[in-house]
Nanobody, 123 residues
Framework: VQLQASGGGLVQAGGSLRLSCAASGRPLTIYGMGWFRQAPGKEREFVAA????????YYTDSVKGRFTISRDNAKNTVYLQMNSLRPEDTAVYYCAADRTPIVGTDPGEYDYWGQGTQVTVSS
């Protein structure tokens, strides 16, 4: 499967962005999906994940209540709605696909990665 992330940009603190991850080559329904981010000089970190069906979602504590992950399997697309953005959310955001039945938070569990989209939040 090929993943294409988009929707990043420059936004002021308190603003919103919606990231999209479009999949091609295989139906998205067979993958759990995750969003990760990597800031300069830092390791890639888990942000959010969603199960194959979309019933179960998981978030890192720092984004709970502000970010929402969702998926539209008919459109083969996963979204990350980001509200109340903070400067510390600045990073390159990556979407990833996990072939295993249980979606995880460890980047090593994911099999396919998109190219990343830059999110910059100004104070």
């Amino acid at each position: 499967v090929q993943l294409q992330a988009s929707g990043g940009g420059l936004v002021q603190a308190g603003g919103s962005l919606r990231l999209s991850c479009a999949a091609s080559g295989r139906p998205l329904t067979i993958y759990g999906m995750g969003w990760f981010r990597q800031a300069p000089g830092k390791e890639r970190e888990f942000v959010a994940a969603i199960s194959r069906s979309g019933i179960s979602t998981y978030y890192t504590d720092s984004v709970k209540g502000r970010f929402t992950i969702s998926r539209d399997n008919a459109k083969n697309t996963v979204y990350l709605q980001m509200n109340s953005l903070r400067p510390e959310d600045t990073a390159v955001y990556y979407c990833a696909a996990d072939r295993t039945p249980i979606v995880g938070t460890d980047p090593g569990e994911y099999d396919y990665w998109g190219q990343g989209t830059q999110v910059t939040v100004s104070s």
